[in-house]
């Protein structure tokens, strides 16, 4: 079984800055596509970035220009640096991984736990 585990949000002032991280681990799996989501109480989760395992990118319309996604295959690892943050983004940000099991031919979504961004003055 894998497990995501995120990590680098906390409190912000308008304008700065964050990176979070989250790292894969398990035994005999290989990770497709990772992204970040964030999701509000009672509303539905955002899809804010995607990369693939060739390192190609996807992001919400929200976020472009500001946010960005990267990731180290031999870490399993994705990150999001977040600049210029808003008040708006205050949200709980979701580590998310298309992981398939090394002797099979299908995937599974993961997620990890959730990580807090608070963006106030």
């Known amino acids: 079984q894998v497990q995501l585990v995120e990590s680098g949000g906390g409190l912000v002032q308008p304008g700065g800055s964050l990176r979070l991280s989250c790292t894969a681990s398990g035994r005999s799996f290989v990770v497709n596509t990772m992204g970040w989501y964030r999701q509000a109480p009672g509303k539905q989760r955002e899809r804010l970035a995607t990369i693939a395992s060739n390192s190609n990118t996807n992001y919400a319309d929200s976020v472009k220009g500001r946010f960005t996604i990267s990731r180290d295959n031999a870490k399993n690892t994705v990150n999001l640096q977040m600049n210029s943050l808003r008040p708006e983004d205050t949200d709980v940000y979701y580590c998310?991984?298309?992981?398939?099991?090394?002797?099979?031919?299908?995937?599974?979504?993961?997620w990890g736990q959730g990580i807090q961004v608070t963006v106030s003055s």
């Open positions: 998310q991984a298309d992981v398939r099991p090394t002797r099979e031919n299908w995937a599974s979504a993961y």
